[in-house]
Nanobody
Framework: QVQLVESGGGMVQAGGSLRLSCLAS???????????LAWFRQAPGKEREFVAA????????YYEDSVQGRSTISRDNAKNTVTLQMNSLKPEDTAIYYC????????????????????WGRGTQVTVSS
């Protein structure tokens, strides 16, 4: 029902910022506002890991500990987008970043699990040089 396309990745020096965006195309069914959304990342040779999640209303969001305080996830339901603003980037933030969506409310016990999300984008590469 929904397709996701990420953008905004690139190469940046340590300490810099990037703003990742994910545009959703909803072909049928529930509108974009019905979906819970998240960002995950996968570095070379490592497993995919949770970065941030946001509920259907912006008052619910969660962050992985290493990005807490320097990242902000937000959504614009009118524009069908979810954004991840990342500041004070570190070389260890280098990864492919994926947008994910799941219909319904954000599950407090599962939002950090990749298996919870039904739909994924193809990812956008973020490279942070030291």
């Amino acid at each position: 029902q929904v397709q996701l396309v990420e953008s905004g990745g690139g190469m940046v020096q340590a300490g810099g910022s990037l703003r990742l965006s994910c545009l959703a195309s909803v072909a049928y069914g529930q509108p974009f506002a019905y979906y819970s959304l998240a960002w995950f990342r996968q570095a070379p040779g490592k497993e995919r890991e949770f970065v941030a999640a946001i509920g259907r209303s912006e008052d619910t969001s969660y962050y992985e500990d290493s990005v807490q305080g320097r990242s902000t996830i937000s959504r614009d339901n009118a524009k069908n987008t979810v954004t991840l603003q990342m500041n004070s980037l570190k070389p260890e933030d280098t990864a492919i970043y994926y947008c994910a969506a799941n219909p319904g409310r954000l599950n407090m016990n599962a939002y950090y699990r990749g298996q919870y999300y039904a739909t994924w984008g193809r990812g956008t590469q973020v490279t942070v040089s030291s």
